[in-house]
């Protein structure tokens, strides 16, 4: 089984929908992200959070909210979708615990289609 | 804010081998990474390095890193077609620990 997974996979959405990306893991890990992908951008960081307690805006969080509801599960939600939200979105987890944080670990990817 | 940049594209033929490069601005960089991404999937970590390194070898991957001129590459040797991918360079930097990923460079190996 998948340790990081996201649903859904794909989605098709029209303008003004409210959306919610989810994701869980079960690394046990403390630390889990967002990031969104666009062709000849790379990866963007829309919220970081360190624990369940704990949420910060990444560097393009307008548009976007999270919440972290259990260590294991974050997600993502875009209240009133846009057509530029069109991408590919990760969410993706690292450990505190082993103090070196030198890993993140990725789900397989949302593609998200905003009409 | 820190920035990491990379080409878009190389191309190689099979056996030969693949560098690809990545220049970041944060001199404060603690660890520097390179992961893989494969059509469909998620980023998958292949090699870090600590920034008190100049290089690191695994296997048919070496990576260089410059800190004089904050520059990070990827070597592979005698490169297959499954190492077709997107490579994505990306840097630590101690503060708050946030991790700042490159653009992406598509690695198209030509058999």
């Known amino acids: 089984d998948a340790d990081v997974t996201q649903t859904p996979r794909n989605r098709i959405t029209k303008t003004g929908k409210r959306i919610m990306l989810e994701c869980s893991q079960t690394k046990g890990h403390d630390r889990m992200y967002w990031y969104r992908q666009d062709p000849g951008l790379g990866l963007r960081l829309i919220y970081y959070s360190f624990d369940v307690k704990d949420i910060n805006k990444g560097e393009i969080s307008d548009g976007y909210s999270v919440s972290r509801q259990a260590q294991a599960k974050f997600s993502l939600s875009l209240e009133s979708a846009i057509p530029n939200q069109t991408a590919l979105y990760f969410c993706?987890?690292?450990?505190?615990?082993?103090?070196?944080?030198?890993?993140?670990?990725f789900g397989p990817g949302t593609r998200l289609t905003v009409l | 804010g820190e920035d990491v940049e990379q080409s878009l594209f190389l191309s190689v033929r099979e056996g030969d081998s693949s560098v690809i490069n990545c220049t970041y601005t944060?001199?404060?960089?603690?660890?520097l990474y390179w992961y893989k991404q494969e059509p469909g999937a998620g980023l998958q970590l292949l090699t870090y390095?600590?920034?008190?390194?100049d290089m690191k070898q695994d296997q048919r991957l070496t990576v260089l890193l410059n800190k004089k001129d904050k520059h990070l590459s990827l070597r592979i040797a005698d490169t297959q077609t499954g190492d077709s991918a997107i490579y994505f360079c990306?840097?630590?930097?101690?503060?708050?620990?946030?991790?700042?990923f490159g653009t992406g460079t598509k690695l198209q190996v030509i058999p």
């Open positions: 993706a987890t690292s450990d505190l615990r082993q103090g070196q944080d030198n890993e993140q670990f």
């Open positions: 944060d001199s404060s960089s603690t660890y």
């Open positions: 990306a840097e630590r930097s101690g503060g708050y620990q946030k991790v700042t």
């Open positions: 390095i600590f920034s008190n390194m």
